[in-house]
């Protein structure tokens, strides 16, 4: 896998056809605090209109961080600060895109921290 930022996989996409994806995956078990959400996309080719996004859902509430791509191996780093998670919160990270037909990437090493009080 050439695609990969570390380690042997990645979360890769293209598609003939606009490219239109939502990816998530709840995260169970956290403690109470504030955390801080990142991940690394790389990729090409998804139109001037195109919409990327990590995002994490804690109960109701709902953090962004839009990103993009420019070419293979770019890596851009979004990152989500200062995530207050209290105790018992049904948490859900995810990524989501619309982009153009052929757009091509890779998302990987997603990290979620707590941060030191």
Do not use: C
């Not at 851009?76 to 153009?100: F, L, S």
Request: proline share 3%; net charge negative; hydrophobic share 40%.
């Amino acid at each position: 896998d050439n695609n990969k930022h570390s380690g042997s996989y990645s979360l890769k996409f293209w598609s003939e056809s606009p490219v239109q994806y939502n990816a998530w995956q709840e995260i169970v078990g956290l403690d109470a605090g504030t955390y801080e959400l990142g991940a690394f996309l790389q990729g090409g080719d998804a139109g001037s209109n195109a919409m990327f996004q990590l995002y994490i859902k804690v109960n109701d509430q709902e953090y962004v961080a839009d990103t993009g791509v420019t070419s293979w191996l770019q890596w851009d780093e979004p990152h989500i600060t200062d995530i207050k998670v209290p105790e018992g919160a049904t948490v859900i990270v995810g990524v989501r895109a619309n982009a153009a037909a052929k757009a091509w990437g890779a998302w990987d090493d997603f990290y979620l921290y707590k941060m030191e009080k």
